[in-house]
């Protein structure tokens, strides 16, 4: 009998760490990406690989989907406070909090610092030293920290699209950005042929998902629907389709 009552609890816990079918799955979304990451209409996303990547994993959860769109600086709350259940397209070292538990690889991505057709080009990062230099609100750069001090300039804005148009706009002479968004951008922004294809790489990186401790969804659940999503290929296919064509 105690054996019984003991495997029957057992499965009921299984059971209450896995989304029931058609269960909700919220995503907090960082208002300070772009596309190829995020495509918004309002406050709602409607597209990009956060949303695609999303929507494939809940699939694979057997769960509903729905995205909260935050500032930076607002979504590590919303995961401590329960709003959210999972973040994804983060770092450990880019949140405040340790107690955060991390998935497997979502995105392999690749620091850059990038500017005009006709800018000099960067061949280190100390030639950066004194200039302003295009961020993003909230986020951390540690490897500039590190390396500049006090003459790592930053001219903040809220998204990579906002830099974007002030680099072009020559409101500075280079921005740092991610490989996925730039290379996404050289191809199809209006002004793309105004974009240097000279980059300074910083460092590559990979994004992972971060999950609070009870969280409604395990790490293992997200690691298995990760690698499903690999297996099947739909992974890829995401990721080539938001390439253009040249």
Same mark, same amino acid.
């Given at each position: ?18 989304? &029931? ?21 309002? /406050? ?10 999303? /929507? ?7 769960? !509903?989907?729905?995205?909260?769109? *935050? ?6 709350? %919303? ?9 994804? #397209? ?5 949140? @405040? ?12 991505? $690749?620091?850059?610092?990038?500017? !005009? ?6 061949? $280190?990062? !100390?030639?950066?030293?004194? %200039? ?12 500039? @920290?590190? +390396? ?6 930053? @001219? /903040?804005?809220?998204? #990579?699209? *906002? ?14 950005? $991610? ?26 990186? /990979? ?18 629907? *990760?690698?499903?999503?690999?297996? $099947?290929?739909?992974?890829? %296919?995401?990721? +080539?389709?938001?390439?253009? &064509?040249?």
């Amino acid at each position: 009998m105690k054996i019984g009552l003991l495997l029957l609890s057992s499965l009921c816990s299984i059971a209450l760490a896995l989304p &029931a079918g058609g269960a909700e799955l919220v995503f907090g979304v960082s208002t300070g990406s772009a596309m190829p990451m995020t495509r918004f209409q309002g /406050d709602d996303l409607t597209g990009g690989l956060l949303k695609d990547v999303g /929507d494939a994993l809940a699939r694979e959860l057997k769960a !509903r989907p729905r995205y909260l769109t *935050l500032p930076r600086k607002r979504v590590e709350a %919303a995961l401590a406070d329960g709003t959210v259940d999972l973040l994804c #397209d983060l770092r450990p070292e880019w949140l @405040d909090s340790k107690r955060w538990q991390w998935s497997d690889t979502v995105f392999s991505n $690749n620091m850059i610092i990038v500017g !005009r057709i006709g800018t000099a080009p960067l061949g $280190n990062l !100390r030639e950066l030293a004194g %200039a302003r230099t295009g961020t993003i609100t909230g986020y951390r750069y540690p490897v500039l @920290d590190h +390396e500049l001090g006090p003459q790592f300039v930053r @001219d /903040d804005a809220v998204s #990579d699209d *906002l830099n974007l148009r002030k680099l072009l706009r020559r409101r500075f002479d280079y921005m740092l950005t $991610n490989s996925l968004y730039y290379d996404y951008q050289r191809r199809a922004h209006a002004e793309r042929a105004r974009l240097s294809r000279a980059v300074l790489a910083v460092e590559p990186f /990979d994004t992972y998902c971060a999950l609070a401790p009870g969280a409604r969804i395990t790490v293992a659940q997200v690691n298995r629907a *990760l690698l499903a999503l690999r297996k $099947n290929g739909r992974m890829q %296919a995401i990721l +080539e389709s938001y390439q253009p &064509a040249r």
